[in-house]
Nanobody
Framework: QVQLVESGGGLVQPGGSLRLSCAASGSIFSINTMGWYRQAPGKEREFVALITSAGTTNYVPSVKGRFTISRDGAKNTVFLQMNSLKPEDTAVYYC??????????????WGRGTLVTVAS
């Protein structure tokens, strides 16, 4: 069974930095896209960033220039470096991936989420 496990959330002051990690485990041939979404209290889940197997990245405009997504393909891990954090970045951050698993089945899976709180 393929799972995603996030880590790295916590409490940080405005202007600070955090680095989120998400590792995929299980029987995986490859992973096309890996990305991050977030859900703030009382709001719907929104897209934050993604990275393809080719290294192409995409970001929501509100985090461009502040967040950087990267991945370690050999370890099926994706990272989100978050700098210049703002209170409005407070949310539960969810990892998302589209792995190809035996026998050549494509999945769409989510992690359980990690809480990021930006407050002074």
């Amino acid at each position: 069974q393929v799972q995603l496990v996030e880590s790295g959330g916590g409490l940080v002051q405005p202007g600070g930095s955090l680095r989120l990690s998400c590792a995929a485990s299980g029987s995986i041939f490859s992973i096309n896209t890996m990305g991050w979404y977030r859900q703030a209290p009382g709001k719907e889940r929104e897209f934050v960033a993604l990275i393809t197997s080719a290294g192409t990245t995409n970001y929501v405009p509100s985090v461009k220039g502040r967040f950087t997504i990267s991945r370690d393909g050999a370890k099926n891990t994706v990272f989100l470096q978050m700098n210049s954090l703002k209170p409005e970045d407070t949310a539960v951050y969810y990892c998302h991936a589209t792995p190809c698993v035996p026998p050549l089945q494509s999945l769409d899976i989510w992690g359980r989420g990690t809480l990021v709180t930006v407050a002074s």
